[in-house]
DNA sequence: CCAGACGTTGTT
DNA sequence: GTCTGG
DNA sequence: CCAGACGTTGTT
DNA sequence: GTCTGG
């Protein structure tokens, strides 16, 4: 699952992490629609705004349909209908989406409908593996170039950011306007499938993650991919790399560095190795034990099928494998 | 037809 | 136990 | 996701 | 706004 998110870079080192090719093939770095409402943390959580790819043509009639913009949305899905003058009184959840019944909820499948999907933005995200009533946070991101280690330290140079690979969630918004007049706001929900072998031992339910161009331009794509083929993007990504952290980002107040930086920790399950029970009596039912997690290391993502004609059929073949080979800007 | 929901997570 | 606020 | 509140009256 | 339950 998915309910609490490290983005703690800058505006414009996320827009250079954000660069792209478009279906002309050319560079391009997504203009950033409401700047001002993005507040890097360590420590992000439901209700705060982070930074969401999506098509340009959802806001310029007539956009090139590959153009991506970055804007801060809020996180926890308001629907259009709803009522309310204050978006937080709405009674239900909607910081995660199953992905399993998403074209059944109606807070979802009208937004989807109206081909209303974007990729949330991260450094990662956090998770709590829970044992013996004790809960474990472990810091969950894309496999990256340079090595994981050089980004974690406490005196670590703010340059090597610069390098890192953002990782992207799958996700839906909408548009909501206040009763009462005022601005248009666009929240968010972040689509969850089964966890992927590598992070089951943690949890058992993940956000979808695009992890390849193709799959993030696919899925802004919506002029030309319809959601059939849009949905066939959404399922367990096993190219993941993770680590315990210090209960510190428990409050997501603690907006640190210290959220991100590996901590040993007592191996779970060492810690529930104990004496088996021998006689008839006392064979109760032993409670599950958690696995030790492991660092699995994750092959290339294979690419996805290639369904979709015209333009898109054309930049796939050109940069749809270009995947991780970044071009430089300038 | 009207009334009322509209959602996810986890869990002994 | 359940909801709100961060 | 976790942490922390969960309530009213009238009072200084 | 749209769907489900009664």
Known sequence: MCGRTCCHLPVDTIRRACRYIDYEGEEQLPEWKDEDKYFPSY?????????????????DKDADPSERIIASMRWGLIPSWFRD?????????????????????????????????????????FEWQQFRGDKQPYFIYFPQTKTEKSFFSRSVDEKVWDDWKMLTMAGIFDCWEPPNGGETLYSYTIITVDSCKALSDIHHRMPALLDSEEA????????????HEALKLIHPVDNIKFHPVSTVVNNSLNNTPQCLEPV????????????????????????????RPRQLMQKNPTPTKRNSAGLM??????YGEAYNKKPKIQ
């Open 43 to 59: 420590n992000k959580s439901p209700q705060s705004n982070s930074p969401v790819l999506l098509s340009r043509l959802h806001l």
């Open 85 to 125: 003058a204050d978006a937080s009184k709405l009674q239900f959840n909607t910081s995660n989406c199953r992905s399993e019944t998403m074209m059944e909820r109606r807070s979802y499948k009208v937004p989807l409908e109206k081909g209303r999907r974007c990729v949330v933005l991260a450094d990662g995200f």
């Open 216 to 227: 993030v331009s696919k899925w802004l794509d919506f002029g030309e991919v319809p959601i």
């Open 264 to 291: 040993e920790i007592e191996d779970p399950y060492l810690s529930y190795a104990r004496p088996k029970a021998t006689t008839k009596s006392s064979q109760k039912e032993e409670p599950e034990l958690p696995k």
């Open 313 to 318: 059929e054309q930049w796939l073949k050109k």
